[in-house]
C-alpha cells in the first residue's frame, strides 16, 4: 500500500518480457509515439502537446524540467506545503537557480492569495507546484493556483507525478506549461520512465536556453523524440512497453471511473481507520483520491507495526522527514480490491490489539 510502484495488472508485467527490439528501428519509434500521445490524452490534451520520455524516477523528469526551463536571469517560485515542494526548491539549488520558496508548513493547505502575493513582489518567471504532495495527501488546488500564475505572466512547473491518472488533471483548461509525471503510481505501470508533457510553443522556447546537464536537456530530449522520431540515448525499451499497456488499460477504465475507483477504497479505508480509533492528519476537504496519512498510534512502533503487516501480506508506508515518527502513510493506487482494504482493516485491528502475531507467514509457510 506504497504510493507506487504500484500493484500492476498482470498483462502489464506480462507486457515486459514480450518484446525485444532495438530503439533505433521504427518499431520502437512507433511505440515511443503511441505512449506519448496516451500521455497526452490522460491529462486533456491533444496535438497540440507533446510528452518526452525519461529513463528515470520521477526526481530524474523534475530535475529535467527545472534546469531546462528556468533562463539564466529567470526566478523560481516554489510552493511548498511538504516533502516534495522542498524537494523541487532542493533541485533548484543545485543547479544555482535563484529561488523562493512560498511555505506553508506541512499538512496546511496552500493560500493561493499569498502566492499571488508573492508573484506581485517579485520577478518570478517560473512557479512549481506539487499537484499531490504525497508525503501527506495533500491534493493542492491546481486550477486556482494555475490561474494566478497565468495572470502574473509566469510558467507553471507542475509535479504531477503522483496525481495523474489517479485524479482529475486537464493541463489544457488550467493552463499547466509543464507536466510531469511517472510511470508507476496511478498509471500502474512499471517503475523506470518518467515524462514530461508542455505545449509545442513552451518546447519550441527551450531553443535558446544553455544546457546545464547532457542527459537531462529537455530541448535535446525534444528535438530527438518528438522532432527526429528517434531518442537521443538508449530507453528502458521493455519498460515502455508496459507503459503502453498500461496507459492503454488506463483509458480504457478511464481516468474519471480510475479516480472513483481509488477515492471509493480510500473512503472505505478511511471509515475503517476512524472506526478503529485512528487519527488521519488533513481535513476531508484536503485528501487526494489516493493516500490517507494516519498519525502513529500509541503503544505501537512504526518498525513493530509495518513487521506485522508485512507478515500479513501488507506493506505500509513511513511518513517522511518531520512526520517519520509521528505518522505513516496508506496508499489505494494501483490493483488493489474492495476485499484486500477488508482484509487489511480486520489485520490491522488485530495487530493493534497485539493479537496473532506471524500468523500469516506461518499460513504460507
Ligand atoms: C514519487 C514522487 C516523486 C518522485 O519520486 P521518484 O522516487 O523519483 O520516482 C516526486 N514527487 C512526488 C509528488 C511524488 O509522489
Redesign the pocket.
Known amino acids: 500500500m506504497n ?2 510502484p504500484v500493484v500492476a495488472d498482470p498483462r502489464v508485467r506480462q507486457a515486459l518480457a514480450d518484446v525485444e527490439l532495438c530503439h533505433r528501428e521504427p518499431e520502437f519509434a512507433g511505440m515511443s509515439q503511441r505512449v506519448r500521445g496516451m500521455i497526452a490524452e490522460v491529462a486533456g490534451a491533444g496535438t497540440s502537446h507533446a510528452a518526452v520520455l525519461l529513463t528515470t ?4 523528469a ?1 530535475e529535467a524540467v527545472l534546469s531546462s526551463v528556468v533562463p539564466p536571469g529567470g526566478k523560481l517560485l516554489v510552493v511548498a506545503n511538504g516533502y ?1 515542494g522542498e ?1 523541487l526548491a532542493e533541485i533548484a539549488r543545485v543547479h544555482a537557480l535563484d529561488v523562493e520558496v512560498v511555505d506553508f508548513g506541512w499538512t496546511s493547505p496552500v493560500d493561493v492569495e499569498r502566492v499571488a502575493a508573492a508573484l506581485r513582489a517579485g520577478d518570478v518567471t517560473h512557479v512549481g507546484l ?1 499537484h ?3 508525503s501527506t495527501g495533500m491534493l493542492n488546488p491546481v486550477t486556482e493556483l494555475a490561474r494566478v500564475v497565468r495572470e502574473a505572466g509566469a510558467s507553471l512547473v507542475l ?1 504531477a ?2 496525481s495523474i491518472g489517479g485524479e482529475p488533471l486537464d493541463v489544457v483548461a488550467d493552463g499547466v506549461d509543464w507536466c510531469v509525471g ?1 510511470a508507476n ?1 496511478c498509471i500502474e505501470g512499471i517503475p523506470g520512465i ?1 515524462f514530461v508533457l508542455a505545449p509545442h510553443e513552451r518546447w519550441h522556447g527551450l531553443a535558446g536556453n544553455p544546457p546545464r546537464t547532457v542527459y537531462l536537456d529537455l530541448h535535446r530530449h525534444y528535438q530527438t523524440q518528438v522532432v527526429d522520431g528517434s531518442p537521443a540515448f538508449t530507453p528502458a525499451v521493455q519498460v515502455v512497453h508496459a507503459l503502453e499497456r498500461a496507459l492503454e488499460l488506463l483509458l480504457e477504465e478511464t481516468v474519471t471511473r480510475r479516480s472513483a475507483r481509488y477515492r471509493s477504497s480510500s473512503e472505505t479505508l478511511r471509515s475503517g481507520l476512524e472506526e478503529l480509533g485512528l487519527d488521519l492528519l488533513l481535513a476531508p476537504a484536503d485528501r487526494s483520491s489516493t493516500l490517507t496519512a494516519i498519525g502513529q498510534p500509541d503503544g505501537i512502533d512504526y518498525a513493530t507495526l509495518h513487521a506485522r503487516m508485512k507478515a500479513e501480506g501488507f506493506v505500509i508506508y513511513a511518513g517522511q522527514r518531520e512526520l517519520s515518527d509521528r505518522a505513516f502513510r496508506l496508499a489505494t493506487m494501483g490493483q488493489l480490491t474492495v476485499d484486500d482494504i477488508a482484509r487489511f482493516l480486520t489485520e490491522l485491528r488485530l495487530a493493534l490489539a497485539g493479537e496473532r502475531i506471524g500468523r500469516g507467514s506461518e499460513q504460507r509457510a
Do not use: A
Open positions: 504510493p507506487g524516477s520521477g526526481t530524474g523534475l516534495y524537494r506539487v499531490h504532495e504525497t509535479d507525478i503522483s511517472t503510481k518518467s
